[in-house]
């Protein structure tokens, strides 16, 4: 039985070849598309689950009353170890601030190995113990426990050390005030690795470099640079955990809060979730988005729907050729279950063909898409993904025959025999429906591009309130390379294309946690406001192009005063001070009990130091040469010389570090890396989508003339011209397409507003951009139907009334 419905279902596919290589070649791209959308999406989903005991431990955060930190106060991690009993251990992961590089250097037999690395946190002697990073070398019991003990990635102590054993190997950090030797203790797998703690090595906390400011960091409001994780108990409910915090932290920081005149409370996140649900300020590293996951996934599911319509809609179209065969099986016995055996298994054989050409086409496509995804993805890489992959195959096959099979196996023999095939009508509102369907899903995927393309214009051509091209960015990350600012300074100023050169601690572009709490001149010290601070060399405004308001920048000719501030417009309102008189007020903070006070020296217009998913914050330029980066403003577009002097110039300064640069419009535009990449795949897999949606409607479309042919060459011969006719083939399709455009509005509406909440500053929804879309759309479908009208308008009529 199963071998007799197999050699018809092949037989009937080979009778419609155009057909058939229609459907397979949809139903291929769809699963190709499956494939690649569900690697992304899995990978995504595996940050932190492979953790042992992940779902026992959790990260506490911190909450005030204008937002939520991922940062928390240095004695938490301890104080909650010894106070409730339900916490099994506890770490704290500290990154250095404002250095997001670190300079490592190993010698041996006198040739000295170097290279700036990022991703180099410090830790706790208790960080393996909570989170489990299988060791390659080394002991994670004892790896952290011995001050300036350094635990390598792979990949980094191949980098050093190559095929020799690390362990016990020393290692020097070049850090702003000094280098200081470590030594190797441990190295982790880093290939594969998925979590929210991209490190690349970890750095003992007790150490001779930070580790005695470290130990003073006691203060409960203040230092919020650690980030502290928890590891609860075997079967502690995290929410009555969650409950006890409260108490506890009101318990050891009432005192400093209130001293401080701050309110703010704990929370606890789930290790498992803090990659793609967290989303509060001052992150560890880059985190996903489970929305974009979603959207996705929503794609991936729409364009495997599309190549089902595809079937379904080419079946029922040819449902009356089909009808006789139907007839003529039932009269010789043939029960209708055998008859949606078979159609059923046409319909899943077309898509187990296609599932062999989707593996070859994702094969194809693989490196392309590592590399628009920056992830290094495998077909065969998982099981999980190639299982889910051949029953998504099976039930794409199923949904695709489930309405052809019912509706063909339906009709009734003798009235098919007699040539009232009762079929048709409910064949045709079908079709008229999925193709509604169909171009409703692509009128949303182009209206998404569109929206998509327009906001990323919009942050590149905003107004930022600072120049951020030709910026050269040299980083000065080591005591050597800070105490030869002077020397660089005076060899790039000898090149008549650069304009100017100042040092910061940061710069736009590069998240900063340096902040203190302010209250102006005449207010109560409870009235504090937060302000971000910078701290900045001379020449720091002209160099970045700020826009001075008010009084005074840091130059040469003004002899700094370093009790004198920088404000931008929205610290001088959140302070209760007018611009146009801020200058000569002063600013107050208290520091280990003591009152330090600030006079505002010059107001700058606002700017987005930031990307534009932010609002603007208050910030606060202070006039110290304390390293960081030299950044270098230079004229013209073209930096080859620039960079080859500033090499030369790097060189000559006797500086025994690696030359590395980059240029602060490229750092700028990382902050939009997500979206460009969710952009770039949203427009690949939406072409990708209308492509499928087009195949099947020409399909469609030539299976519907060759029915009308005979009526097409009468209509001819009547006197119908060329144009008349092909008005007729393609005015029920525009109807069909005009109306998918407009339901598809409201879906369009809400996916492009969920998708721009991620900007604070972001492009408004015009009608152009929906009659754009539907223009396009309607120009896709109109092209693909006319290409089949124009070829039938143009028969010969005689040839067309010999047509059967």
Same mark, same amino acid.
């Given at each position: 039985m199963w071998r007799n419905n197999f050699k018809l279902s092949f037989r009937n596919l080979i009778k419609y070849k155009s057909l058939t290589v229609i459907n397979v070649f949809g139903m291929a791209v769809g699963l190709a598309a499956c494939m690649l959308i569900g690697l992304f999406v899995f990978d995504e989903l595996a940050y932190d689950q492979e953790i042992k005991d992940s779902e026992r431990i959790y990260r506490i955060a911190l909450e005030t009353s204008e937002s939520k930190w991922a940062g928390t106060p240095g004695p938490l991690a301890e104080a909650i170890k010894n106070d409730l009993e339900e916490v099994e251990n506890s !770490?704290?992961?500290?990154?250095?601030?404002?250095?997001?590089?670190?300079?490592?250097?190993?010698?041996?037999?006198?040739?000295?190995?170097?290279?700036?690395? =990022?991703?180099?946190?410090?830790?706790?002697?208790?960080?393996?113990?909570?989170?489990?990073?299988?060791?390659?070398?080394?002991?994670?019991?004892?790896?952290?426990?011995?001050?300036?003990?350094?635990?390598?990635?792979?990949?980094?102590a191949n980098k050093f050390f190559g095929d020799s054993d690390p362990i016990n190997q020393p290692i020097s950090v070049g850090l702003p005030f000094g280098d200081f030797d470590y030594t190797v203790t441990g190295v982790f797998e880093d290939k594969g690795r998925r979590s929210h703690i991209d490190a690349n090595f970890f750095l003992?906390?007790?150490?001779?470099?930070?580790?005695?400011?470290?130990?003073?960091?006691?203060?409960?409001?203040?230092?919020?640079?650690?980030?502290?994780?928890?590891?609860?108990?075997?079967?502690?409910?995290?929410?009555?955990?969650?409950?006890?915090?409260?108490?506890?932290?009101?318990?050891?920081?009432?005192?400093?809060?209130?001293?401080?005149?701050?309110?703010?409370?704990?929370?606890?996140?789930?290790?498992?979730?803090?990659?793609?649900?967290?989303?509060?300020?001052?992150?560890?590293?880059?985190?996903?988005?489970?929305?974009?996951?979603?959207?996705?996934?929503?794609?991936?599911?729409?364009?495997?729907?599309?190549?089902?319509?595809?079937f379904m809609n080419l079946a029922t179209a040819r449902s009356e050729k089909r009808s006789k065969e139907v007839g003529i099986r039932k009269l010789l016995g043939a029960q209708k279950g055998a008859l949606v055996q078979q159609f059923l298994g046409e319909s899943i054989m077309v898509s187990l063909f296609g599932l062999i050409m989707a593996f070859l086409i994702a094969s194809l496509c693989m490196p392309f898409f590592n590399q628009l995804t920056g992830k290094e993805l495998d077909l065969f890489q998982r099981t999980l993904p190639l299982v889910s992959i051949f029953g998504l195959a099976l039930i794409a096959g199923l949904l695709a025959g489930t309405y052809p099979a019912f509706f063909l196996s339906?009709?009734?023999?003798? =009235?098919?025999?007699?040539?009232?095939?009762?079929?048709?009508?409910?064949?045709?509102?079908?079709?008229?429906?999925?193709?509604?369907?169909?171009?409703?899903?692509?009128?949303?995927?182009?209206?998404?591009?569109?929206?998509?393309?327009?906001?990323?214009?919009?942050?590149?051509?905003?107004?930022?309130?600072?120049?951020?091209?030709?910026?050269?960015?040299?980083?000065?990350?080591?005591?050597?390379?800070?105490?030869?600012?002077?020397?660089?300074?005076?060899?790039?100023?000898?090149?008549?294309?650069?304009? =100017?050169?100042?040092?910061?601690? !940061?710069?736009?572009?590069?998240?900063?946690?340096?902040?203190?709490?302010?209250?102006?001149?005449?207010?109560?010290?409870?009235?504090?406001?937060?302000?971000?601070?910078?701290?900045?060399?001379?020449?720091?405004?002209?160099?970045?192009?700020?826009?001075?308001?008010?009084?005074r920048s840091f130059t040469e000719e003004y002899t700094a005063d370093l009790s004198q501030i920088?404000?931008?417009?929205?610290a001088v309102k959140s302070l209760g001070y007018e611009t146009s008189d801020a200058v000569g007020k002063k600013v107050f903070f208290d520091w280990g009990g003591e009152?330090?006070?600030?006079?505002?020296?010059?107001?700058?217009?606002?700017?987005?130091?930031?990307?534009?998913?932010?609002?603007?914050?208050?910030?606060?330029?202070?006039?110290?040469?304390?390293?960081?980066?030299?950044?270098?403003?230079?004229?013209?577009?073209?930096?080859?010389?620039?960079?080859?002097?500033?090499?030369?110039?790097?060189?000559?300064? =006797?500086?025994?570090?690696?030359?590395?640069?980059?240029?602060?419009?490229?750092?700028?535009?990382?902050?939009?890396?997500?979206?460009?990449?969710?952009?770039?795949?949203?427009?690949?897999?939406?072409?990708?989508?209308?492509?499928?949606?087009?195949?099947?409607l020409f399909g469609l479309t030539a299976f519907m003339t060759e029915q009308r042919t005979k009526e097409i060459g009468i209509r001819k011969t009547m006197g119908a011209t060329d144009w008349s006719i092909m008005t007729l083939l393609s005015k029920d399709f525009a109807k069909t397409v005009l109306l998918a455009i407009l339901i598809s509005i409201p879906l369009s509406v809400y996916l492009a507003d969920t998708w721009l909440e991620n900007f604070a500053f972001k492009i408004e929804l015009k009608w152009w951009y929906f009659g754009v879309t539907g223009l396009i759309a309607l120009m896709i479908a109109m092209i693909t139907v006319s290409f089949q009208s124009v070829r039938t308008a143009l028969m010969n009529p005689v040839e067309s009334l010999k047509s059967e």
């Open positions: !770490t704290r992961i500290m990154k250095f601030p404002e250095l997001d590089q670190m300079l490592l250097k190993s010698e041996k037999n006198g040739e000295i190995t170097q290279f700036y690395e =990022s991703n180099g946190y410090y830790v706790d002697s208790t960080f393996f113990e909570v989170i489990d990073y299988p060791l390659l070398s080394g002991s994670k019991e004892n790896a952290l426990k011995t001050p300036n003990s350094i635990v390598l990635s792979a990949s980094l003992s906390m007790e150490n001779n470099d930070i580790g005695n400011a470290v130990k003073r960091m006691n203060n409960w409001a203040a230092n919020n640079i650690f980030y502290t994780y928890v590891k609860l108990q075997p079967s502690v409910d995290p929410d009555t955990f969650e409950a006890k915090l409260p108490a506890f932290f009101d318990k050891h920081g009432a005192a400093d809060l209130k001293a401080m005149g701050v309110e703010k409370s704990l929370f606890l996140q789930p290790l498992e979730d803090i990659y793609l649900h967290s989303r509060i300020e001052y992150e560890l590293g880059t985190t996903g988005n489970i929305t974009t996951l979603y959207v996705f996934s929503l794609i991936a599911f729409f364009i495997l729907l599309i190549a089902c319509i595809n339906g009709f009734t023999p003798s =009235s098919v025999l007699k040539g009232k095939f009762k079929g048709k009508v409910s064949g045709v509102s079908l079709r008229q429906i999925l193709v509604v369907f169909q171009f409703a899903i692509s009128s949303c995927l182009i209206l998404m591009v569109l929206v998509m393309k327009n906001q990323l214009d919009f942050v590149q051509k905003q107004d930022l309130g600072f120049a951020k091209d030709q910026q050269l960015i040299l980083p000065l990350q080591s005591e050597e390379a800070v105490g030869k600012y002077e020397v660089l300074k005076a060899g790039l100023l000898q090149d008549s294309k650069v304009k =100017s050169v100042t040092i910061a601690t !940061t710069y736009p572009g590069v998240e900063s946690i340096e902040s203190m709490l302010y209250y102006a001149e005449g207010q109560p010290k409870d009235n504090l406001v937060n302000i971000t601070n910078a701290f900045v060399g001379d020449d720091f405004v002209e160099t970045l192009g700020f826009t001075l308001l008010e009084g920088i404000l931008n417009e929205s009152q330090v006070s600030y006079e505002i020296a010059g107001v700058v217009k606002d700017f987005h130091f930031q990307s534009l998913h932010k609002q603007i914050q208050p910030y606060a330029f202070i006039n110290q040469d304390n390293g960081g980066y030299l950044i270098a403003n230079f004229a013209g577009s073209d930096a080859s010389q620039i960079l080859a002097n500033a090499e030369s110039i790097w060189k000559e300064s =006797s500086i025994n570090e690696p030359f590395v640069y980059s240029f602060l419009d490229q750092d700028f535009q990382r902050n939009y890396e997500k979206e460009e990449l969710s952009g770039k795949m949203i427009i690949g897999f939406a072409l990708l989508a209308i492509f499928i949606a087009c195949l099947g």
